[in-house]
Every structure is written in C-alpha cells, then in structure tokens.
C-alpha cells in the first residue's frame, strides 16, 4: 500500500499541474514581423509618436464558456506602424512621450480606441476573430494638427487548422494588416496629408 | 491480439476504404486564350482565396489542396502566403482588385507592377465559394457496461461543395476564364456494435474538379 502510494503521487501531481495549467489564461503573442509594403516611398521625413500606453497595450478578458483571454498587442501595433511608414516614406523614426520633432515633416500618432475579439464559443461560428478601432492624428513639426481620422480593421483565422490561442493570434495578425492597408489606402486619399508631404 | 480487436481494426478499415457517394458538375468558361509557357520556362500562378466575403470564404485547406493540385509541367504555383506577403498591402481582403478593372489600375503603380514580376506570377486564380452541410437524420445510440458497450443505429449526412474559380491573366490584365464546381455527397454511418463511417470525399471531389479545369485553362494546346 505504502509502495503504490509512492509510485501515485508523482502521477497525481503530474495530473492536478495539467488541470491548473488548462485553467489559467490563455496568453497570445502577437508577431511582430510584417511584410514591406510595396509603394512608391514618399520624399518625407515622418515620426511615429507612440505613447507608452501604446506600446505596453494588453488586453486580458473573461469569456464565458471560453476562459481568461491575455493578448499582448502594444509591440506588434508599434511595429505594424513602424514597418508601414517605413515602407511609405524615404526618412521614418520613432518617437515616444510628448518630445518635440521640429526637423520632421510629419507626425502620425496612433491612438488605440477599442480592441475586441471573439471566439467560435461565443460567435457559433467557425471563427476567431478581432477587431481594432484606432483614432489617428497627424501633425506638422511644429505640433499643429493636419489631419485626423479614424481607422478600423479586422481580421479572422478559421478554428478547424488551429489550436485556440493560435487561431486568436493569427486573426490579430490579419486584422492588423488590414489596418495597415486601411491606412495606406486612407493616406492616399487624403488631400491635406497628401499636399503636404509632397511640397 | 484478442478476435474482437480484430474485427474492430478489420471493420474500422473497411469503413475508411468505403466511401460515401459524390456526384459533381463542373463547368469550364474561356474567356481569353492563354499563350503557351516559353520552352524552359513554365507559368507562374497563385491560387487566392477570396476574402471580401465575410459570411463564407474558401476554406484555407480548399486553397492548399486546388494549389497543390496545379502545381506540375508548365505549371509552377507560388503559394498565397507568398504572394500576400510579397504584394502586401495590395491583396488583403479591404484593397485586392475585385475585378479586371481593378487590377489595370493596381499594375498602374509602377513598384507594384515591378513586383509581379519579380514574384514571376502569369495567371492569378480566385477561389471562391465553401461546403455546408445540407441535411442531416437517422439516429443512433451506443451504451457501455461492466461486460462491453456497443452501439446500434443509422445516420447520414449531406454535404454541398460549391466552388468558383476566376483567373487573371496579371500581363494582359484581362480575364482567362471561370471554371465551377458543385459537388454533393452522402456520408452514411451505421453501427451494429461498432459505428463504420462511409464518408462522402466532397471537399476533396470538388478540390480535384476545380484543379483539373484549371490545368485545361491554363495550359494552351500546343
């Protein structure tokens, strides 16, 4: 008895650390690498101003019947940004916090509004899915606002190829690159923002 | 291994080897003819699947398989990962061309139309349309207790796989052709102890139907 006690509680221990780690919440990394946008680069100098709630930006939830949901975003939206006006402009830097940039030409500074996603459990579908809602400003060098719009994407991954948390992740990625087209295709047609890297 | 191991594995076997019914219809439009591949050289093409429909879109194995399918001879396919990602952000669901027009205009862009040809993509094939399940019925119930379990019944099941093809001629920027698709099958699972699924390979008739149109189109007689 004493024996077969002592073979059963590194399987019982084995066991109840499985469970505790199918309770805990499901984590999402977001990737961080995004194709080059294939453009004619215009001849501007261009910042991205990214405030630290931002680039820290993490969503966690509660679904019901889909458990504890923790998605880190705030670096793969930094970078998203930060390889999109790369691709769009001959001169892009990084700017964080509220430090003037008098020498740039312009400004872009991305305001997360609402991110929210969904799982097959709660939408009776097939799909994981994810939305984003930005507000985007745009400034001048010397801090006066030329242009301002809001921008949404989104993104889904189908459930059958992948396990949940990947799923999840690459519905993010795609509605992360449906904001970077949104924003090439919004820029393009905007006449102020266009007039004014372009003199 | 016990007589009654066996006859499972030989019945669970004789289930797989089975299949449910499939009949397709396929249809084939030309609209332009293609030219033939230079000698040495073969076709580039890229099978995408349409995205802008939120509802249903071609599943992403139906895009692997019709890819997987073409690919052969003259045919080289670049796959859609690879193409998305080099033509990036020009065919994400919000910006790709929804039509021939569409696309002149896209090729406009000198640093797009540069990158076509580097890809060395010729023909581009949108897929659309998904399988649903039709309809459904039969019944069956299983139970286990201390000296076995087994179950007794029937059930069978419809499904419809619907599939649209248009291709692109991305030099012409003109349209090839339309091929379609409409496959139904019946998959049947009956149980006298063991349940012995017979399933109706819709998904995969259609996938085979679609490629084998493909191929005709794309690949100009001699």
């Known amino acids: 008895m004493t024996r077969a006690a002592g073979r059963s509680f590194p399987v019982l221990g084995l066991v109840t650390m499985l469970l505790m780690v199918g309770c805990g919440p499901k984590s999402v990394q977001v990737g961080q690498e995004f194709p080059v946008p294939v453009m004619q680069k215009k001849d501007a100098r261009v910042a991205l101003r990214v405030s630290a709630a931002f680039a820290n930006y993490r969503h966690s939830e509660e679904l019901e019947g889909a458990g504890r949901w923790d998605i880190a975003i705030g670096q793969a939206n930094t970078a998203m940004f930060s390889q999109l006006l790369d691709g769009m402009f001959t001169q892009s830097e990084r700017l964080e916090g509220e430090q003037p940039a008098p020498e740039v030409d312009l400004v872009v500074t991305p305001e997360l509004v609402d991110f929210q996603f969904s799982t097959p459990e709660l939408s009776f579908t097939e799909f994981y899915e994810a939305w984003f809602k930005y507000q985007l400003r745009f400034h001048d060098g010397q801090g006066t606002l030329l242009s301002e719009w809001p921008l949404t994407a989104y993104g889904r991954s189908e459930a059958r190829f992948l396990g949940g948390s990947d799923a999840l992740r690459d519905a993010t990625e795609m509605a992360l690159r449906d904001a970077a087209a949104g924003f090439a295709v919004r820029f393009a047609r905007d006449a102020a923002l266009q007039s004014h890297v372009e003199r | ?222």
Not at chain 2, 197 to 212: E, F, I, K, L
């Open chain 2, 1 to 222: 291994m016990s007589s009654a191991s066996r006859r499972a594995i030989v019945t669970l076997a004789l289930g797989l080897a089975l299949g449910g019914c499939v009949s397709s219809k396929v249809e084939q439009l030309r609209e332009s003819p293609v030219t033939a591949a230079a000698p040495g050289s073969g076709h580039g093409v890229v099978v995408l699947g349409r995205k802008q429909n939120v509802g249903n879109q071609a599943e992403a194995g139906v895009v692997a398989c019709v890819a997987d399918r073409l690919e052969g001879g003259p045919v080289t396919v670049l796959s859609e990962a690879d193409f998305r990602n080099g033509m990036f952000p020009w065919f994400e669901p919000r910006t790709a061309p929804q039509d021939p027009a569409g696309l002149a205009r896209l090729l406009a862009d000198s640093a797009v139309e540069a990158r076509v040809a580097e890809l060395g993509v010729r023909y581009l094939v949108w897929l659309d349309g998904y399988t649903s399940d039709k309809d459904r019925g039969g019944g069956m119930s299983c139970a286990a207790g201390p000296g076995g379990g087994g179950c007794l019944g029937f059930v069978w099941w419809e499904n419809q796989a619907e599939y649209e093809a248009s291709v692109w001629d991305l030099e012409k920027r003109t349209a090839v052709g339309r091929v379609s698709v409409d496959a139904t099958g019946t998959s049947y699972m009956p149980a006298v102890l063991i349940p012995i699924p017979m399933v109706a390979r819709t998904r995969s008739a259609a996938c085979g139907g679609v490629a084998d149109q493909l191929r005709e189109l794309l690949i100009a007689p001699e």
